[in-house]
């Protein structure tokens, strides 16, 4: 929370702040008690078939696939992480910017392509990972080690703190839209048709791709190299790499997935910054997908109130709490501190009928 503030609400922004559910202070909680896991065999089980599955995947990529489906499977997978990096983390998790209701369309049918549940769910979790990271009450927890940190976390029952912390968090904005709720109610519905059938049907139909290819290489095998780019944010991103912003926390700026371009390996500076629409400050791979994809809808006027970091916010940031390591100079949360506020940048503005 700011300094000298009373307000004990919770909220999405930092994980500095002093917990008021737990007897601890966050800053002295960066820990796991070691509880025992318990384990959900039918989510190991499905995740060791996806994976088996995803390698003959590829096989039939190198092998067998149309030259159609070779080029066009690194788009696929593009646009499927643009559901959850654009949709459900900058727009609706962290409120960086807003978009109009073709746009939450685009976004909610990419989000629910990508199958990393509902909008709904996946914010929620998110923001109590940002208030709560390296704790137990973090769905993620990266004390846990690498593999609880990527994969692992899916595969057991939650920590008792990530159930008490979630119901905790603010989420009266996701409940008040309704095309989120829509999406939350009939997500069983959905999700197969999108994630799986269209992938599988489109190829064959459309450039006459057999039906084996198309299952195991646009469905699967798409979805699989989705989840584990994603899920690279959670585990390499918070262990291995730099803190040029601040060197107290354990998100860092991660080499492997800021090559991809995947818009999500500037992982220290989003921790610092979760309130920026970039997820990044400056350089020749912050300009990823995932913000151009905005960008564009922000020139057609479908995504405005962009927010983002003044260069001298970053530049004074760094100073204090980074590493050394910083490389160049270049919303809305109850706990945002006054001054940041009044030092963002927000662009294609739209005023409120």
Not at 57 to 73: I, K, P, Y
Request: hydrophobic share 40%.
């Amino acid at each position: 929370m700011p300094p000298n503030s009373n307000d004990t609400s919770t909220g999405v922004l930092f994980e500095s702040d002093v917990d008021v559910g737990l007897t601890k202070d966050l800053t002295n909680l960066r820990t796991t008690d070691g509880s025992k896991l318990e384990l959900v065999w039918l989510n190991i089980v499905l995740f060791v078939i996806l994976h088996v599955s995803s390698v003959y995947g590829v096989w039939l990529l190198f092998t067998e696939a149309t030259w159609t489906t070779v080029l066009l499977f690194a788009p696929a997978l593009v646009i499927t992480i643009l559901g959850v990096s654009g949709g459900a983390h900058r727009l609706w998790a962290h409120r960086t910017f807003k978009a109009n209701t073709p746009l939450k369309l685009i976004f909610l049918f990419l989000n629910t392509l990508a199958f990393q549940d509902a909008v709904y769910y996946w914010a929620r979790d998110h923001r109590v990972h940002h208030k709560y990271t390296e704790t137990d009450a973090d769905p993620y927890n990266s004390q846990r080690g690498w593999f609880f940190a990527h994969i692992g976390w899916l595969c057991c029952r939650k920590h008792p703190e990530v159930v008490e912390k979630g119901k905790q968090i603010d989420l009266s904005d996701l409940e008040a839209d309704p095309l989120v709720m829509f999406q939350k109610k009939y997500y069983l519905w959905l999700m197969p048709v999108i994630c799986f059938v269209l992938p599988t049907a489109l190829p064959m139909y459309l450039w006459g791709e057999s039906l084996n290819t198309s299952w195991h290489v646009m469905a699967l095998l798409r979805w699989c190299v989705s989840l584990n780019l994603i899920w690279m944010v959670n585990s390499s991103a918070h262990m291995f790499g730099m803190k040029p912003y601040d060197k107290n926390i354990c998100p860092v700026d991660q080499g492997f997935l800021i090559s991809f371009h995947v818009g999500e390996g500037y992982h220290n500076y989003h921790h610092v910054f979760p309130w920026d629409y970039k997820s990044a400050e400056l350089g020749p791979c912050s300009q990823d997908a995932t913000t151009k994809f905005i960008d564009f809808f922000a020139y057609l006027g479908w995504a405005y109130d962009l927010k983002s970091v003044s260069l001298d916010m970053v530049r004074q940031r760094a100073l204090r709490t980074g590493d050394g390591s910083h490389p160049v100079w270049g919303w809305g949360d109850k706990d945002q501190k006054s001054e940041d506020i009044g030092d963002t940048t927000i662009t294609h503005q739209r005023k409120e009928a």
